[in-house]
């Protein structure tokens, strides 16, 4: 058993409509907001978090955009995430079994107390409405971010065909880039978590391939190499992302033509100060 796959990346914020309204002006169509429910620990039951996300829902995989909306309610440690640096915190990797991967994980060491549900209606105006519901495995204390490994129990509710239309043309979520100071030590950590191989990356470091997507693990000094121009606020930073698109980026240029935009190795760059700190590579 293993992640097959880089299900998301997800950049956090006290500022979620600004952030919003900055990805729908790059070109991507979001989901409605949605609230997050969940238990603040195993047995407890479930209640209404702080935080809530629109997401760019791709063919493959997504890019969830997570807020907090109201600050007097619990925010699950996402405060304290943003405290770091307004980006890019959480990486999730699919699974296909979350109770089935407990006791792997239990295993290779993880202290993992069980399997943490989290559920959302698909659109907050219609609470009544359908909800996504998800089964959550995530890393304990991890000092790169969020990091857990995901069960979808409900796809067929947030893969819409209305979502995945995008004007830039993406299509598939390719690769998120992670800075670490060691990362052979991150790198074993994380490999032990999805049950992926680990393979050296050609800018340094190591990277994590999966059956769609794949993480990539890199030293400080690789940084400009792959992302021109960016540098990282604080260690560990999972300092970008990549999009593939369906036309050769025609659609991402034209639309960001006059914007402060950068030749990347894998294509088109948006800056992180202008992809809510993170930086954006649209890839041909």
Same mark, same amino acid.
Request: aromatic letters at 6%; one cysteine or more; charged letters at 20%.
């Given at each position: ?64 955009? %997570?807020?907090?909306? +109201? *600050? =007097?309610?619990?925010?699950?440690? #996402? $405060? &304290?995430?943003?405290? @770091? ?92 880039? %992670?800075?670490?100071? +060691? *990362? =052979?030590?991150?790198?074993?950590? #994380? $490999? &032990?978590?999805?049950? @992926? ?88």
């Amino acid at each position: 058993m293993s992640a097959v796959s880089l299900d998301h990346v997800g950049l956090c914020t006290d500022a979620p409509r600004a952030l919003w309204d900055r990805y729908e002006r790059l070109g991507f169509t979001l989901t409605p907001v949605a609230r997050q429910s969940g238990p603040r620990g195993p047995g407890a039951p479930p209640e209404r978090l702080a935080t809530g996300n629109r997401c760019a829902m791709l063919r493959q995989g997504y890019v969830e955009l %997570l807020g907090i909306i +109201d *600050p =007097a309610l619990f925010d699950n440690g #996402l $405060s &304290r995430f943003i405290a @770091g640096y307004r980006g890019l915190h959480i990486l999730a990797f699919g699974i296909e079994d979350a109770e089935a991967e407990l006791p792997r994980l239990r295993r290779a060491g993880f202290d993992i107390p069980g399997v943490a549900p989290l559920q959302r209606p698909v659109d907050d105006s219609a609470p009544e409405g359908p909800l996504a519901r998800f089964s959550r495995l995530p890393m304990p204390d991890a000092p790169e971010g969020r990091l857990q490994l995901i069960q979808h129990h409900t796809p067929e509710l947030i893969w819409q065909e209305r979502w995945m239309d995008h004007a830039n043309r993406a299509v598939a979520l390719e690769a998120a880039i %992670l800075v670490v100071e +060691d *990362p =052979a030590e991150s790198g074993a950590r #994380l $490999s &032990r978590l999805t049950g @992926g191989v680990l393979e050296p990356d050609p800018a340094g470091g190591f990277a994590l391939p999966f059956r769609e997507g794949r993480l990539r693990i890199l030293p400080p000094d690789a940084l400009e190499s792959v992302l021109p121009g960016v540098s990282a606020p604080t260690l560990p930073f999972i300092a970008g992302y990549v999009l593939r698109t369906d036309d050769g980026n025609a659609a991402a240029r034209a639309l960001l033509a006059g914007m402060e935009t950068r030749e990347a190795p894998d294509g088109l760059m948006v800056p992180p100060e202008l992809a809510g700190g993170a930086a954006l590579v649209f890839a041909a």
